[in-house]
């Protein structure tokens, strides 16, 4: 999995690649929840991301509600598979989805 | 020296590099590299034992030696190839420069050659196997070692030579400034050309350096500092001993010549005055000569004679008469003459009693009734200086090649080993010197183009000057600094060698086992045990290590076990609050079912519940909580209990939904949640009415093998997001119907080629057992999931439930 913060000023787009599975979840947790103080507008990029687990998912939500509080968030580019979990999980009832 | 030379150098230097290039080239390239070891280290020695011969054969010829580059072969041998091929080369280079003298090679360094050059091949063997290990030294170590064996080769030039020093000398200061670059730097190239050839990088970066590694550039920066200041010290002193020692010589020859001209004067004017002595004979009969013919007769100036009283009563000179000796301290000094037992009396040049204004050297001899004076005035007294001195200096040498010179004040040389008597000091190149000298100091000069070191002293009238050329005054200094840093250089490097060979074998390759060791226990081997006892502290070390590593193995152990036990306990908690398998009775409550639970590790996250709300209504769901092991246990626990409590208040699915997700985003603290799919049927009818929280569709077909998802759009998880709805779906089940729930342990089971179960899979699976009863069609398609993945490890739980709608009769 490669993932990929970007700061402009108070926006940050993270872009993240491969499986998104608990194996992998963690490291994504440690590298962004800590990378969103500050920031006003948060860019999530989903295009090569190839799998999610429940364990992404939980990290989706709380990213989700961390920006709830302080802006927006907005997750991009997101592969078909991907969309289909976000459906099916009632996801993206909240999350803004482009 | 002439270009010509200058190549051979060069050649007899890259000589043994190429050769060095070749031999790996060809023993990592070609199929000279399969022979045997000893094979190939016979080839490596004999063929660098014929580069050293080659050394010997076409020695350098220069005016004071034949050099040559032939110790680099063994060494290069030795270190790059090995320590037999370096021990052989060696002694082939060795004995051939021994039996080389006897077709005209030098016997002087005959023994020094031959047994330095067996010595480098055995430096070589030994450093290899003990210092580097096998490996390839540093360039700048191989550098070293090469200074290090050209200086014990010309030590022993020395040693060997102990009866001609000097010769020995001469030798070695020829050779060691050519000799010494010349094979260190034959040997540290061969090194560098081969490690680049191997493409070892020949610099670590700073922290990768090894222990050993910084011990030898430590005591390396250590030697050379220790060598620098000892070589300073040591020319120091020897300086000052060769400043006294040569001040000491010069000054002893000059009293030595003075003493001999004084003697000779002494005597010559002693002689004279014997002789006019002899022939006046008595005071009585010198009143009755004339003293300006006796004078004239015996060709002196003066001549005075002094009766009993010690009055002049005779002379050449008037007005000398009647003078009283002992009335002026030069005179008086004549009365001794008087007594008894002094028969003859010399006095030195100088101011005379009678006038201050004169000088003369007198001399009396008794005669009867008081004595003769006789005396030399300036005229005589520099006379007799010139017919004297060139006989007191002629044959006299200052150490091997330095002399004397005695000239007059206005810089006449009256003796030198010249023989001149016509020579100015100007001419010898010591005037300009000698006028800023002072007397008794010793001075430098040039005499004839020579630079030497010199003394003067005034003498009556003259100057004495002693000399020695700089070069043998300052022979014995360069020797004893030469030998003392060559010693030093030998001591130092033996030093060195010795602390890196202890230090490594009592610290390094200790550490080095100890760390192997502990490499094996890290990568999981608690089994190891460190042994390095070659001294107490490392034995003690290895203890402490072993008693760690016990004490870590039996926590871990105590852990594991009473972990066992906790989860143990915690999944038997589990599958107790999970429902009994219920046999409905399908005639009389109108349905069958059967769910089961597998985890993926002793406690699972997903879970299932089903219960009787009344008797005609009859709740069923299945959920999978985010996350594994005991939280997840939990957070399903508080999850179900808070399902099922709401449902018991005869709440709407919806209803049961927004509640339980509200209750459970409560302090949620570790941000988990739950998917969930419920439906309540009711059993007259089929009608069911269900929520999904994020969940999977169910999928509902008959034993026809129909079955297909039932999608209807899921709103978020629980425990999610506070506050929101949740939406209520309603379908009708007809009897015989079937629905199947699940969680995405089954869709997302995957094989050893990273595919997933599927979704289509399992409709699949479930038209294949659609026949099945319901415990029955669980376990084949809980079967086929488990051939699906075969031996890829699973990681989720995985959770059916199947549902068969029979309506009431």
Not at chain 2, 494 to 511: C, G
Not at chain 2, 607 to 629: E, I, M, P
Request: glycine letters at 8%.
């Amino acid at each position: 999995m490669d993932i990929n913060l970007e700061h402009v000023g108070t926006r940050l787009t993270v872009t993240v690649a491969g499986r998104l599975n608990t194996g992998t979840a963690p490291e994504f947790e440690e590298k962004l929840i800590p990378a969103l103080k500050g920031v006003e507008e948060l860019i999530i990029d989903f295009a090569d991301l190839d799998y999610i687990s429940s364990a992404g998912l939980r990290i989706v939500l709380t990213s989700q509600k961390i920006m709830n509080r302080q802006g927006t968030m907005v997750i991009r580019n997101v592969k078909p598979e991907i969309y289909e979990v976000f459906e099916m999980t009632g996801f993206v009832d909240f999350l803004t989805i482009q | 020296m002439e270009l010509s030379t200058v190549f051979q150098f060069a050649a007899a230097t890259l000589l043994p590099v190429a050769a060095a290039m070749g031999l790996y080239v060809a023993e990592h390239r070609t199929e000279f590299g399969t022979l045997p070891y000893m094979v190939r280290q016979v080839i490596i020695g004999l063929l660098f034992g014929g580069i050293a011969i080659l050394g010997t054969e076409f020695g350098i010829q220069t005016t004071d030696a034949t050099m040559n580059v032939r110790d680099a072969s063994p060494l290069v041998a030795g270190l790059l190839f090995g320590g037999p091929a370096g021990i052989i080369a060696g002694v082939v280079g060795g004995v051939e420069r021994w039996l080389a003298a006897l077709w005209g090679r030098g016997m002087f360094t005959r023994v020094a050659c031959s047994v330095a050059t067996i010595a480098a091949g055995l430096y070589a063997a030994l450093l290899r196997k003990r210092m580097f290990d096998n490996k390839l030294p540093s360039w700048s170590l191989a550098f070293a070692i090469g200074v290090v064996v050209e200086v014990l080769h010309l030590t022993l030039v020395f040693v060997t030579n102990m009866d001609n020093i000097p010769r020995a000398f001469t030798v070695v200061r020829a050779c060691a400034p050519i000799m010494i670059p010349c094979n260190a730097l034959s040997v540290a190239l061969a090194t560098l050309a081969v490690a680049i050839l191997a493409k070892i990088k020949l610099h670590k970066a700073p922290p990768d350096r090894e222990l050993s590694n910084s011990i030898q550039a430590g005591m390396l920066i250590a030697v050379v500092v220790g060598l620098v200041v000892t070589t300073m010290f040591t020319a120091m002193i020897q300086n000052n001993i060769s400043e006294l020692q040569t001040e000491s010589l010069l000054k002893l020859n000059i009293e030595d010549v003075s003493a001999d001209v004084d003697d000779a004067l002494n005597e010559k004017l002693l002689n004279d005055t014997r002789k006019v002595a002899r022939y006046i004979n008595s005071v009585e009969r010198a009143k009755t000569l004339k003293m300006d013919e006796v004078a004239q007769q015996f060709d002196v100036t003066e001549i005075n004679v002094i009766d009993k009283t010690g009055t002049i009563v005779a002379s050449t000179y008037d007005r000398f008469i009647g003078f009283d000796m002992a009335s002026g301290a030069q005179s008086k000094e004549f009365l001794v003459l008087l007594n008894e037992d002094k028969k003859e009396f010399v006095q030195s040049y100088r101011n005379i009693s009678y006038s201050d204004a004169e000088q003369r050297k007198y001399a009396g001899v008794v005669i009867d009734g008081g004595f003769v004076q006789v005396g030399y005035d300036a005229v005589d007294f520099q006379k007799a200086i010139s017919e004297e001195v060139p006989e007191a200096v002629r044959n006299r040498h200052v150490g091997e090649s330095g002399g004397l010179v005695i000239a007059d004040a206005t810089g006449i040389v009256y003796g030198s080993q010249n023989d001149a008597g016509t020579e100015t000091l100007r001419q010898t190149g010591l005037a300009d010197a000698l006028n800023t000298a002072h007397p008794g100091e010793v001075f430098v000069a040039t005499y004839y183009d020579t630079p030497v070191v010199a003394m003067y002293q005034l003498a009556e009238g003259y100057r004495i000057i002693a000399f020695q050329p700089v070069e043998e005054a300052q022979f014995s200094r360069n020797v004893a600094v030469l030998v003392t840093e060559f010693m030093e250089i030998i001591v130092f490097a033996a030093l060195f060698t010795v602390i890196y060979f202890l230090v490594k074998r009592v610290v390094v390759d200790n550490i080095h086992r100890v760390n192997r060791v502990l490499g094996t226990i890290t990568a999981g081997n608690l089994d190891a045990s460190v042994e390095v006892r070659s001294n107490e502290e490392f034995s003690s070390l290895s203890d402490d290590i072993n008693t760690m590593v016990d004490a870590l193995k039996r926590a871990i152990a105590e852990a594991a076990a009473r972990i066992d036990a906790e989860l143990e306990y915690a999944r038997t908690i589990q599958s107790g609050a999970l429902p009994r398998p219920m046999e409905p009775n399908p005639q009389r409550d109108g349905f069958s079912i059967f769910a089961q639970m597998d985890a993926a590790k002793e406690v699972g996250g997903d879970f299932y519940d089903y219960y009787f709300l009344d008797d005609n209504h009859f709740a069923f769901l299945v959920a999978d909580v985010s996350g594994k092991g005991i939280p997840a246990a939990m957070f399903m626990m508080k999850a179900k209990t808070l399902i099922q409590s709401l449902a018991e208040t005869w709440l709407p699915v919806d209803e049961i939904f927004t509640r339980a997700n509200n209750q459970l985003c409560e302090g949620n603290e570790a941000e988990m949640f739950v998917t969930a799919w419920m439906g309540v049927v009711e059993l007259d009818t089929g009608h069911v009415v269900y929520a999904n929280a994020g969940h999977n569709p169910p999928v509902v077909g008959t034993e026809r093998g129909d079955f297909e998802y039932r999608k209807a759009r899921p709103n978020l998880v629980l425990g999610g997001m506070a506050g929101i709805p949740y939406r209520i779906y309603e379908m009708d089940l007809k009897p015989g119907d079937i629905i199947f729930l699940y969680t995405d342990g089954v869709t997302e089971a995957t094989n050893a080629q990273n595919e997933l179960f599927g979704d289509d899979r399992l409709v699949e699976s479930l038209n294949r057992h659609s026949k099945m009863a319901m415990e029955d069609l669980c376990n084949a398609v809980h079967k086929d999931v488990d051939d699906f993945v075969g031996e890829a490890p699973q990681f989720d739980d995985i959770t059916v439930l199947a549902l068969r709608f029979e309506g009431r009769k």
